[in-house]
């Protein structure tokens, strides 16, 4: 493998990946040439990339790695992540080892009664162990999302189950009534009920094609209204054409209530807020909850495009900036740019994305250069839906490049 990125700019592509490990290789035909890989969807592999992804990161046992900052430890985002990617890859037995990692370890076995926690990995004490069992809502949506599509694509009514129970449990322990407002998602389930009728909320926990989804499922569940009222938090708390991080709610009275600036993290908008652009970009056409929002959240796309990168924060009360964002943000952002039909901006940002990509799988271990966990796994986002591996329909489902002429040979 070359020895540096400098070395590996200055060389062709085939040049710095001779004689490299098999991973690398399958990146290089997944960035150089998709269309290849689209040109044989009943393949081993429906996705190079998230292939070389998988070889690289993702243990035997479906453990993913380098999903924390914490050394050695893995989030319940992580593993909820690697089953979307898995399932759009038509991977099903890395699937199955990353939902079986998950239940025996962050469920410790209790999936029926309980959800996942959200980080495990080697304690003070030496012990590997679940670390922190409170769970994050935004990977329980995930995780209940995958399964819901496994078993529809795949033809497993156990994962459906397991969906189901998921479902249920979240309902009980992580919706709530604001007044004035209605049902809305906790990020957790504890933590995010302040004092004097404030409630802290997440936007980027919910993406609409996820909440479409589990109220296709489940239509007289809370879905479709959190789906709604997830819009109206985004509208209303967003300013200068950005969305934070956090957002609160302040209830006024038992039936009233406002959006405000989250009492612990203030108005910036950042690593979190990045991905609300991403769902947007990447829901379908004919959402109407995220068309307006789309318009509305213009600030990103004006800065990036006059900048030719994404502000790494943003002050959203006073639409400050500071900073560039890192690789996942440019990523982030290609569906984004796509759906407000700034193509070319997209291109840019894509160039810049690959480039990246490259330069961050070819480092040999995690200890040297910035974290990369959240960059790769927000390219994968961007670019399996660029390179149309997949999209988000109207209803939440998932088209996925490979389902027609494949469903024969997976659904046995």
């Known amino acids: 493998m070359p020895s540096s990125a400098m070395d590996c700019q200055r060389a062709s592509l085939r040049q710095c990946l001779r004689g490299s490990v098999r991973w690398l290789n399958v990146l290089a035909l997944a960035l150089v040439t998709p269309a290849m890989a689209a040109g044989q969807p009943c393949a081993e592999s429906a996705w190079p990339l998230w292939q070389a992804y998988a070889s690289r990161f993702v243990q035997a046992d479906g453990r993913v790695l380098e999903s924390s900052l914490e050394k050695n430890h893995s989030t319940s985002e992580g593993q909820s992540y690697g089953m979307l990617f898995a399932l759009i890859g038509n991977d099903p037995q890395r699937f199955d080892k990353l939902w079986r990692w998950t239940t025996a370890n962050l469920a410790e076995s209790s999936i029926g009664t309980r959800l996942p926690g959200w980080l495990w990995g080697q304690g003070e004490d030496g012990q590997w162990r679940l670390q922190d069992n409170h769970s994050a809502s935004d990977a329980d949506l995930w995780f209940a999302y995958a399964l819901l599509e496994a078993a529809r694509l795949w033809h497993r009514p156990d994962y459906r189950q397991d969906a189901l129970r998921l479902m249920a449990i979240i309902e009980t322990q992580l919706v709530v009534d604001l007044p004035g407002l209605g049902p809305m998602l906790l990020p957790g389930p504890e933590g995010f009920i302040q004092p004097n009728h404030l409630w802290r909320l997440n936007p980027s926990y919910l993406p609409l094609p996820l909440l479409r989804r589990l109220a296709k499922q489940a239509p007289s569940g809370p879905w479709q ?44 908008g950042s690593y979190d807020a990045i991905r609300v652009y991403l769902w947007l970009g990447m829901s ?38 500071q900073g560039q964002g890192p690789f996942g ?34 480092r040999p271990d995690a200890s040297a250069g910035p974290p990369r966990y959240y960059n790769l796994m927000l390219s994968l986002f961007a670019l399996g839906w660029a390179d149309k591996n997949y999209r988000f329909r109207e209803d939440g489902t998932l088209k996925l490049s490979w389902e027609t002429p494949c469903t024969r040979t997976t659904a046995r």
């Open 329 to 362: 943000f440019h990523a982030a952002l290609i569906p984004y740019f796509h759906a407000k039909g700034q193509s070319s901006v997209a291109l840019m940002l894509r160039h810049n994305t690959e480039q990246a990509l490259r330069e961050a799988l070819a």
């Open 225 to 268: 209204a959190i789906a709604r009222n997830t819009a109206t938090m985004i509208s209303q708390s967003s300013h200068h054409g950005f969305v934070a991080d956090w957002v609160g709610y302040q209830g006024t009275s038992t039936q009233s209530g406002g959006f405000v600036s989250d009492p612990i993290k203030g108005e910036t």
């Open 284 to 321: 379908d056409a004919r959402e109407r909850l995220a068309t307006p929002l789309l318009k509305q959240l213009d600030g990103m796309a004006r800065l990036s495009a006059a900048n030719g990168f994404p502000p790494e924060s943003v002050q959203v009360l006073h639409g400050r900036v």
